[in-house]
């Protein structure tokens, strides 16, 4: 449950290339997914936090342990939901996206074990899966960005 602040950190200090564009590893800039990244958390923590853990069940799903247990996503193989899609309008205000990003991340640590959210290809995530699934995403768009970054150079 600790990985998250550091990535976090890591987003952060790709800010100042926020403008930063590479086709050839992704159609959107650095800012995108660094906002993107940002909603993605706060939007998942906020069902959560809202969840009823009584409602929670346990189920095995291959692909979720496959992922966790490598511990990243493949490229491209994913669309994101609408509701966590960035709107291109300018540069967001990135401290106020960060600093309610880490509030939700202190009401996820305080959340129960057992509240949740239905990943649309994972099935249920608990407290500890959503802690995991989120780092895992997180890592895989500052990939994304050092990718963009490094190639562009």
């Given at each position: 449950?600790?990985?998250?602040?550091p990535s976090l950190d890591k987003l952060y200090s790709y800010i100042p290339e926020?403008?930063?564009?590479?086709?050839?590893?992704?159609?959107?800039?650095?800012a995108w997914h660094i906002e993107?990244?940002?909603?993605?958390i706060s939007k998942i923590i906020e069902t959560v936090v809202?969840?009823?853990?009584?409602?929670?069940?346990?189920?095995?799903d291959f692909r979720r342990s496959f992922v966790f247990f490598l511990g990243k996503f493949p490229r491209g193989?994913?669309?994101?939901?609408?509701?966590?899609?960035?709107?291109?309008?300018?540069?967001?205000?990135f401290d106020a996206l960060?600093?309610?990003?880490?509030?939700?991340?202190t009401q996820l640590q305080n959340a129960q074990k057992n509240q949740f959210f239905v990943h649309p290809i994972f099935g249920k995530l608990?407290?500890?899966?959503?802690f995991t699934m989120l780092?895992?995403?997180?890592?895989h768009h500052l990939l994304i960005i050092q990718d963009i970054i490094s190639q562009t150079l």
């Open positions: 449950m600790k990985n998250l602040e926020a403008d930063m564009l590479n086709s050839a590893v992704s159609s959107v800039n650095v993107h990244s940002l909603l993605v809202n969840s009823d853990p009584a409602k929670y069940e346990w189920k095995f193989k994913a669309k994101a939901p609408e509701v966590v899609i960035p709107v291109q309008n300018g540069q967001p205000n960060f600093r309610s990003t880490r509030t939700a991340i608990n407290k500890k899966d959503t780092d895992i995403h997180t890592k």
